[in-house]
């Protein structure tokens, strides 16, 4: 069994920041991309921005040099610090790890429950 929890989410004015925590745990052999979608209402899940079991990220152009994602290996655990929050980063923010349960299994993709972000203008 394998869990993915989620923390972090509220309301805050424009201009103001968050940050998301996500937190996987159970049985774990490996991580490998952990990263954080968002969807708004009326559209389609984004992703919002990835970190490879290296460090390596990427973004979405929208929050470039706003939102910054990072992840602690020892806790299994990421990280989304988000500034200059506008009321277009309204939506619900998911959690999504993929990861091994064994050297020799699969990869497998799991999903936090979802945290809602209200930017208010």
């Known amino acids: 069994q394998v869990q993915v929890v989620e923390s972090g989410g509220g309301l805050v004015q424009a201009g103001g920041s968050l940050r998301l925590s996500c937190t996987a745990s159970g049985s774990i052999f490996s991580i490998n991309n952990m990263g954080w979608y968002r969807q708004a209402p009326g559209k389609q899940r984004e992703l919002v921005a990835r970190v490879t079991s290296n460090g390596s990220t990427n973004y979405v152009d929208s929050v470039k040099g706003r939102f910054t994602i990072s992840r602690d290996n020892a806790k299994n655990t990421v990280y989304l610090e988000m500034n200059s929050l506008k009321p277009e980063d309204t939506a619900v923010y998911y959690c999504?790890?993929?990861?091994?349960?064994?050297?020799?299994?699969?990869?497998?993709?799991?999903w936090g429950q979802g945290t809602q972000v209200t930017v208010s203008s």
């Open positions: 999504n790890v993929q990861l091994r349960r064994s050297s020799w299994g699969l990869e497998y993709v799991y």
